[in-house]
């Protein structure tokens, strides 16, 4: 039986100065260093507001955040059953399982942030739509398509769906929807309408650079945002790191099925909340609990849930 998953956001998340607010811990100490050193770059560089807005330091703190967090709780002895990241966040999701070496993710995540945003330099975004049922939303998306290409691309929670697609499009979406009754349309701080097909030629790349790279099976169980299941075959867990970034995320689903396996607790790696407020939505008598802003001995008290003192 799971017990606690550790869950890794994806972009959007990101906030300025989100790796120094990172714990001070010889792990984190270690991981943004060992960054710097692939990236030939200063981690502070990319935590800045100016660098943030681009989707390439944008991914980069994100994975480093997760690492460093996960590095952190298995240094100090956490018991985490099962990863779950949402888009980039499957990257330090599988580095936590043991799948991909920290130094290969950096690669993976450089080059896949770099195409995401050659692609699509202006014009493109998402939207997250709050209040309406997603198969409703999905009705909107289809009359909206003759404003510019448009998907649903992120099934968050029952009454949280994110779209994707041309900012004509986009707008002409949320005036619909607000107008069926949702709570708010809300644009997200990502310049690139990710999980659609309009993505595929990342995909493509990854899996290139992906076999060049070798995975191993995981230690930790591994669980698939887009797949909404667990994978266990390394060549599927990289199918699944190429893929994401071009396929719908399915976090409700995949929530619901770590539930099912047993998992009471969700910690989410920093920054932010984004992922634990859906799932205390759909699963209220779960806890679920964000990091980020948590003393250490809080964190690791809640990580090693046998009450053991930091």
Known sequence: MMRTALIFPGQGAQRAGMLSALPDHA?????????AEVLGQDWRELETNDALAG?????LALLIA???????????????????????????????????????????VRARASHMASLYPSGFGMVAIIGLRAVRVADIVRQSEADGALYVSNYNGPLQTVISGADAALEAAVEAALAAGARKGERLHIATPSHCPLLAPVAAELREVLRGIPLQPPRIAYASASRARLITDPAAI????????AEPVRWHDAASLLVERGVELFLQAPPGTVLCDPVS???????????????????LYLARGDGASA
């Open 238 to 245: 990289a199918e699944d790191l190429a893929a994401n970034v």
């Open 27 to 35: 792990a984190v100490h270690a991981t943004r260093s060992e960054a």
């Open 55 to 59: 989707a390439r330091a944008a991914q």
């Open 66 to 108: 997760g690492v460093a967090t996960a590095r952190l709780l298995a240094s100090a002895g956490a018991a985490i059953d099962v990863v779950l990241g949402q888009s980039v966040g499957a990257f330090p999701a599988a580095v936590a399982a043991g799948c991909l070496s920290f130094a290969d993710a950096l690669t993976l």
């Open 281 to 299: 939505e759909a699963h209220p008598a779960l806890r679920s609990v964000a990091l980020d802003g948590l003393s250490l001995d809080s964190a």
